[in-house]
């Protein structure tokens, strides 16, 4: 099938793969929501996995240098990962620090580097930080799998903090859910089970925040991307001459291949 629309991807663990949860009113819905005809926002998450797996997966979701001359292009990418990566040692999910920000650099370079195989200098990239853990919350879930508890939120802070750093090194906007989130249950004087709906993944209330903050980064980064900047694909129905419509009904994208 001929692909009529440009592409925003969001990369990411079990937190991106649920973003699309009506249940909790996940915030990849409400960006696809906000895009509706004008761009397709496609949902990459995969439930558990870390930076480490995530290298090779990229490399099979992005488009080399010569399949970049297609029409339809991805136009972001958010990399949102760290929530497993930050699991304690005794997970088999868990990335050291170090490598974790080491993955993170690669997974950047994989598109900014002009010797990398899918170099794109014109794809705008987002990091996202994991939120924070409660505790109180995961800790029941993993006694339900009969296991230890094996995410602790000093620790998950650290992988958050070095995200953060990792932007700001690389003059990448920085989704900082991990502030966010505490700062607005201090502010809204709620508990962090408000936010987080197993002590891990978001609730409605954090996904209405991941979804505030991506477009308050579209909005001061690339307001040419927000969706108010961009036009519908195809002609309001009412603007259509009835008896004149094949050139109106026409993709603009198909129509440069």
């Not at 996904?207 to 579209?218: C, K, P």
């Amino acid at each position: 099938m001929n692909h009529p629309y440009h592409k925003i991807v969001l990369f990411g663990d079990s937190i991106t793969q649920f973003s699309f949860d009506p249940l909790f009113q996940g915030f990849g819905a409400s960006i696809a929501n906000a895009y509706q005809r004008k761009i397709d926002v496609m949902n990459r998450g995969f439930s558990g996995y870390n930076t480490t797996w995530a290298i090779p997966i990229l490399r099979q979701l992005l488009p080399t240098v010569e399949q970049q001359k297609q029409p339809a292009k991805i136009q972001l990418l958010t990399i949102f990962f760290g929530a497993n990566d930050g699991a304690l040692p005794i997970s088999f999910q868990h990335v050291p620090l170090e490598k974790y920000k080491k993955n993170l650099e690669e997974l950047i370079s994989m598109v900014r580097s002009p010797s990398s195989p899918y170099y794109n200098p014109s794809l705008r990239l987002v990091l996202i930080t994991p939120p924070p853990i409660n505790e109180v919350q995961w800790k029941v879930v993993c006694e339900e799998n009969g296991i230890q508890l094996d995410r602790k939120f000093e620790t998950t802070r650290l992988y958050a903090e070095c995200a953060r750093n990792v932007g700001k090194e690389h003059k990448i906007p920085v989704i900082n859910l991990w502030d966010e989130i505490l700062d607005r249950a201090k502010e809204q004087n709620r508990d962090l089970s408000q936010f987080l709906s197993d002590g891990l993944h978001l609730s409605s209330l954090g996904n209405q925040t991941a979804y505030e903050l991506f477009m308050e980064v579209i909005n001061t980064h690339f307001p040419e991307l927000h969706p108010d900047a961009l036009e519908m694909e195809l002609p309001y129905f009412r603007d259509i001459d009835p008896k004149n419509y094949l050139d109106a009904l026409q993709f603009k994208l198909i129509q440069k291949e």
